[in-house]
Each structure stands twice: as C-alpha cells, then as structure tokens.
C-alpha cells in the first residue's frame, strides 16, 4: 500500500460523498425524513437527514476497494461502525430508548474488541473493558457534538486526517487508508452542511464517525506498545473536543439540577455562539481546537513531546476549558415568585 492508495482513497470519498448526499437530500424530502424545529433546534425550517449515509458510504467503499487483503486488520471497526450507521438511521426514523441503543452500542464495540483492539492502559485484562467502555463513550461523545451546523463536520475533517497521518507512521496502513477516506468524506459532505445547513447528518452520521474514530485511536494504540502514557493520550487527544464538549455538558446539567440525558443548548458550540460567534466561526473554532489535539498526538507519535506530558497538558487544558464554559449563562435564569398582599 503505497501513496497513490491513499490520495485514490481521499479523492473517491470526496467525489463519492459530495455526489450521493444532494441525492440522498431529496430522498429524504420525498420520504419526508426531516429534523423539524422545536425545543432546543436553532433551525427554522425542517431539514432533512440521511447525509451520514452518504459518509459512511464515500467512507467504507473506498476503503475496502484500496486496502485489499490489509482490511481484515479494520474488519472489526467497518462491521461496528457500519451496524453504528444503520443503528442511528432507525433511530433517526423512529427514536429508540437509550438501553436499546446502548446495548446495541456495546456489541458494536465488542467485535472491535474481539478483532484485536484493546489498549494497553494498565496492561492487564481489565483494558479489554476499558477500551469497551471508552468506545462507547467516545461514539456517543461525538454524538452529542452533532449540535450545530457544520461543528461535527469540521471536526471530522481535521481530526480524521490528524488520526491518519498518525496511524501511516505507526506503521497502520488500513487504518490511516479509513481514515484518509472519512476526512474527505467529511468534507464532502461540508458543501452541504455548512450554515446554512441543507441536510443534516443525522445519529447515523455522527455515530458512524464517533465509532470510526475512537476505535481507529484505540487500534493505533494498540499497535503502539505498552504504556499508560501512550494509550491516555493515544485515546484522549483524537477525541478531544467531543470529550471536552461532554463534560461541559454534564457538569453544567448537574449543577443545575437539570436531566443529564435530556437535549439542551448547552454545549461548547452554543456557548461559543453565546459570546458572539457566528454558526460558521463556531465550527471553525471546534475545528482549529481538534486540530491543536491532533498535531499534539501526531508529535507525540513522532516521538517529539512525551506522551505523559502531552496527555497531562491536555487534561488541564479540559479542565481549564470545562470550568470556564460554565462561566456562559445558557439556561435561563428563575426568577423567585412575588407574593402579593391585599389590603383588608
């Protein structure tokens, strides 16, 4: 697998995913398959879904195309994250209840664990359940991040191609090919995404790619050898921003006494666009953030910054960056009732 495969890889994503999603947009219109305004949703008009099909499809069809005999060593990340595709498009037609798409969830990561993915946190057999759970997390982290027109999308694009540059070093060809053809096709899908969005992504969209990346990290980890500094920040920094953007979320939830599982417009891109950030300038900053993330991973899988150091300074600048988020007023403020007395 040489350099050809790749550049072939990214410009089929790219074609393929900005070809099938104004395809996909009016099928969607005709089977009417919208996310309509209400509640929490900033749109104004109903906007349709099914473009995370059109990612997954620019994503893995390249991908098996070029890897050849070497995508065995992803089989269990295309089988999670594709089951992570079709899981979120029946949830996006008709919501599902959280133990259902969790237990779903679950499976998915264990057939990325049984395929051989298993950080090596504390190198004993307790990572198989750590690499289980933090997939799961990681795929309902980047979930959540699916808030704000454009903010996943960008992400995807910067971090993806981050995560693949570091996984052709490490010596993973299959898995900086998937990931050198979810960027692009992340960025296809951009021509459309972008505020004002004219589709959405959709669960099955913003799952399919939470699952892609936590577990390629996870795999490049794998690969990486022994140590705890490696697998934390091997894990931590490709999914920096969605993991950030939860904790703000939950912290923020539970001090206000408000349902942790509930929608809100309390996340980092609401909070940006709170201080005076447009839409666009939002994704931008969530973009140019996991890209700071990725090149600290990229540097640390050159072996220019340790990797204990890089995982420490990237959790005290998500604890800087968690606290203060939650400086930015976002639910409104109850204002005590007034008793009033009548005069006899």
Known sequence: MNGNAALATAISAFAGCAAATPVLRRL???????DRPGGHKSHRRPTPYLGGIAIMLATVVPSLAFAGPAAMRIAGILVGAVAMALLGLIDDVAPLPPPTRLAVQGLAAGVAVMSGIVAPVTGGRLDIVITLLWIVVATNSFNLLDNMDGALGGVTVVGAALLSAAAFI????ATGLLLAALSPAALGFLLYNWAPARIFMGDAGSLFIGFTLASSAALVVTGAGAGTGIAVAGLLLPTFVATVDTAIVLLSRRRAGRPLL??????????????GLGKRLTALALAALAGAAGLLHLATTLGWVAP???????????????VLAQRVRVYPSIRPKTSIRVRR
């Open 28 to 34: 969607a219109l005709r089977w009417e398959l919208t």
């Open 170 to 173: 490490s010596g993973q060809p």
């Open 262 to 275: 509930q929608g809100g417009s309390d996340h980092l891109s609401h909070r940006l666009h709170r201080l």
């Open 308 to 322: 204990a150091a890089a995982a420490a300074g990237a959790g005290a600048v998500a604890c800087v960056v968690v």
